[in-house]
């Protein structure tokens, strides 16, 4: 059963920070809608009970803090960034356009179809960037086979797929596979040169690890080579 992420300790700074008691902090939570107890509050505290969505949302209130703050991590996952700002799926779904059994479904898979439209709602709503939006949705594996398959071959029929994933419009996705086509080309004509050469295995262990390491960082590069447009949001600085 999915339980609403919370730091005991976080809750804990957060109320001393601002001098309440846990009868004040309940107090303050009835008063917003959100009836408790100070055994509540101390239950939240000491991590015997975890607090609902809704209790979350106005503890915080009454805390002067972010959500993220008593969540005691960053946003990673579709749910945690809904969170952090402070709405329901219920809220989110309106705001998007989507059934709201269908948005919770998609957080559950941490997988996002939705389409052009609910995308963009989205991004709007959760306030992502691109490159963000494309962790949130699961896609970095799918992301990362396809850059593979690219550096490795005919990195053209790579271009839609990648497009479809990032949002990003042809000549952006273009211009980066082909960099990156002909950087990895390279290792190959350097190993091959090396062998013909005869040179000694420790040069073609060299080069051989920095390969590796190229394989390693492809997806950070791709996103270097996108630039600003990985970082803003996507459907106002970047064409779909």
Known sequence: MYSTPFSPSEARAARARVGLTTAQVAQSMTACGAPARPELIEAWEYGSQVPTEPQLFALADVLWCAPTVLMGLEPRTLAEHRMARQLSVERLAQLIGMDPHAYRQAE???RWTGDYRQTK???DALGLSLR?????????????GHLRAAIDGRWKTHVSPIMEITTLNKTRVSDALR??????????ERYMGHVVARNDDARLKEVAAERSAY?????????ELIGEAGEAPPFNSVSH
């Open 108 to 110: 559950a898979e941490q």
């Open 215 to 223: 394989l390693r960082r492809l997806v950070d590069h791709f996103w």
């Open 179 to 188: 960099t990156m086509h002909a950087e990895f080309a390279e290792f190959a």
């Open 121 to 123: 709602a989205l991004v």
């Open 132 to 144: 963000k939006l494309i962790g949130v949705m699961g896609r970095i594996d799918d992301l990362a």
